[in-house]
Each structure stands twice: as structure tokens, then as C-alpha cells.
């Protein structure tokens, strides 16, 4: 197995903008500090950049509150990438920001154009043998149809399951480890979409970790997680552990900061 699915030459990262306090959250919790959250960022960026890849840190874009959570604008594969077309109005724009730059890496982008299809980023796990969507709040069947007329011809499998209701992206709940292995809530891995993979729960009460990302050899998480940490540590895996807590007051975690991708072209 190549490992393609974790193994990256490059990166893709925006710096927070100061109107991420108007970032969207489903509920509020307060609002971020930019401060500590341009901190967390450098040290994610810094983790990522010890594996050897290399990273791009775009601007912030002030026009666009959540553009920090650069992972919803595209699916990236070794192929060519995606741009995706964000279900939350506020975010549609983003995509089209980030077009420019894929194009400066890669040979082939294509783009999720229909009026009626929706998809993000966030919603979607490339694993080694399949491409997995969760239908969403923010991510339609039109948007996975339409994503699946892209990648088929570049030899990939589409599967469209189920985001857990009151969980704004697949991904939320769930991380690949490694060729065979899901980090995943028990709650998502109850609706057996990953029949036919090794699973590891995170602890309960610590679903908020569930947003982790293997990057090279590293597992990067978020901080404050210890029983799963301890059970990732303990299989085996190199893992890091990031400051989230003001990407959390907005839903976000480890995956959605970032693009991450290997251009064959
Ligand atoms: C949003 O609601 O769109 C942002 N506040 C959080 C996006 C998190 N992205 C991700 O999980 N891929």
C-alpha cells in the first residue's frame, strides 16, 4: 500500500482573521480570542512543517469569518483537486478564494458547480481504497453526485453515508489513523459505515477529539483529550497534541485547518 491517504508533500493553511468572532457556531460559547488563536494556529502550522512538508500560510481573508477552516473549500486528491461549494451561505465565497492556489500546485482543478449541489470538505474521509461523504446540513446528495462525476474518471470510489444528526461535518466524528484504522465516535461508528475497518472509539466523553488528522507519521489532536490520547499513544502512533480550544468555540478541529495533499502533477 502507498499510504497516499496520509502521506503529504504539501499543505494548505489560512492565517484567523479578526472577524472570526462572527464565525458560526452552533451554540455560543463565547467568543474566540484571536490572539490564542493565531498561537494555536503557528504551533498546528509548526507540527505540520516538522514532518518535512510543505506548508502554505495564505492571508487572512477578514471578508470571510470561518475562512480559517480552509478543509471545507476542497477535496484534494493525488489527481488533481476539487473546489468544493460550501451548504453555509456565508462561506460559498471561500471556495472560489482558494481556487487560485490550488491551481498553483496542481496540474488539474475542477469545481462543484451546480446551483443545487452543496459539499464540504469537512464532510469528507479519503481513505486508502474509498472516498467516503457524509450527507449533512451542509453537504446534499446533488453535491455528492456531482463530486463523484469528477473523481470517478481519476479512479476513485465514491460512498455516500450519513452525518450523525446534530453534527455539523462527517469528519466531526471521525479520523483516519492509518491504510486499515478509523478514529470515529462510538455514536458514528454505530451506523456501520465502517464495516470492513479496524475502529478506535475515543473515550467516552471526549468525542470532541474525534477531529484528529494523521499526517505523515504524526497524529495531530486536540489538547485535553487523555484517555484517547493514552489509547492512540498506546497502539502505537506518534500523536501531537494541539491547543483548540478557540477553534472549538466554532466547531472546529485538527482537519479543518487545513488542505492536505501530495500533486502527482
Ligand atoms: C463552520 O461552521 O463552518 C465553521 N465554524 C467550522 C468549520 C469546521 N470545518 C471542518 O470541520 N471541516
Known sequence: MSARSYRFTHAITRRPAGSIVQGLRAVDTGAP?????SQ????????LRSTGASVVELDALEAYPDSV??????????????VMRPGAPSRLGEAGEMAPHLRALYGEVTMVTGSGSFIEGGDILTTETEVLVGRSARTNTAGIAEL?????????????VFTPPGVL???TDCSLLDEETILSTARLDASGCFEGYRVIHTAAGEEACANSIRFNDL???PAGFARTRDVLVKAGYAVREIGNSECAKLDGGMSC????FTPSS
Not at 494555536?40 to 507540527?47: E, K, L, N, Q, R
Not at 485547518?257 to 492536505?260: D, G
Open 257 to 260: 485547518l487545513s488542505l492536505r
Open 69 to 82: 477552516f480552509v478543509e471545507d473549500t476542497a477535496l484534494c486528491l493525488p489527481e488533481g483537486a476539487v
Open 33 to 37: 480570542s484571536l490572539a490564542l488563536m
Open 40 to 47: 494555536h494556529h503557528a504551533d498546528y502550522v509548526a507540527v
Open 148 to 160: 463523484r462525476g469528477l473523481v470517478t474518471p481519476w479512479g476513485h470510489k465514491v460512498r455516500e
Open 169 to 171: 461535518h462527517f469528519k
Open 219 to 221: 497524529v495531530l489532536m
